[in-house]
């Protein structure tokens, strides 16, 4: 009579547990559950290592035979001079921005018509000319006087230099151009400064020579005096 299906499980278990028994694996699990986790120790990380090459104050440095025979180059900034803004005996008293005064379309346009009325007069000793009228950054602030394109390009050197602005008086006022930018940098701040250019006054610019220009100032203030 054949084994039933529970005497037949039961059969297998004991022999599987026989097994395991010779081979010693209970025991084994047994002292590995008892064993206590080891935490894996963090490396220590190094820090980098840097390779310091320090040469003595005589020690000459080494240069390609093909140029050993040249003089050692001298690095060394290159650059326009600073322009110190001159001051007159009266001086100028530094603008205060919050009450600044701003012309009117009436004065802008007075000036302008004067301006021009100069121009042709100006016109007839054959020298280039050009008006600008200020606005608050030519006169105040940023201080930055920007050039039309055709003037800079036709009368104005193509390259960045020194540029020449002599006054009505025959004073003169070294300014910086800077010709990528088509407009007068150092400098124009003193000028401006010196001659109390405000919002609305229009300045003519007349090129006697090459980088001197001969500079006319007409004011917007003086519209209230040809209204009298």
């Known amino acids: 009579m054949g084994l039933s299906y529970e005497e037949t499980r039961q059969k297998r278990v004991e022999e599987n547990k026989k097994r395991l028994d010779e081979l010693n ?53 290159v650059g326009l001079p600073k322009i110190y803004s001159p001051r007159r005996s009266y001086g100028v008293a530094r603008r205060d921005l919050s009450n600044r005064v701003y ?25 280039p000319t050009l008006v600008r009228p200020m606005l608050p950054s030519h006169t105040s602030g940023g201080f930055w006087l920007g050039l039309p394109i055709e003037f800079c390009r036709s009368s104005l050197p193509h390259n960045d230099g020194m540029v020449t602005l002599v006054d009505e008086e025959g004073e003169e006022f070294p300014t910086v151009y800077l010709a990528r930018k088509k407009g007068l940098s150092g400098g124009w701040k003193g000028f401006a400064q010196v001659h109390d250019l405000v919002d609305g006054d229009a300045v003519i610019f007349q090129v006697i020579k090459p980088s001197v220009l001969k500079v006319y100032i007409l004011r917007a203030s003086g519209l209230e005096s040809s209204e009298d």
């Open 103 to 127: 012309a009117t379309e009436e004065e802008r346009a007075y000036t302008i018509d004067e301006a021009e009325k100069l121009e042709v007069k100006l016109k007839e000793e054959g020298f």
């Open 25 to 77: 694996l209970i025991h084994l699990s047994h002292s590995l559950n008892t064993l206590s986790p080891k935490s894996t120790p963090m490396k220590k990380v190094s820090k980098a290592r840097t390779l310091e090459k320090k040469l003595a104050p005589d020690t000459p440095v080494r240069r390609s035979a093909r140029v050993a025979s040249n003089p050692a180059p001298v690095y060394a900034e």
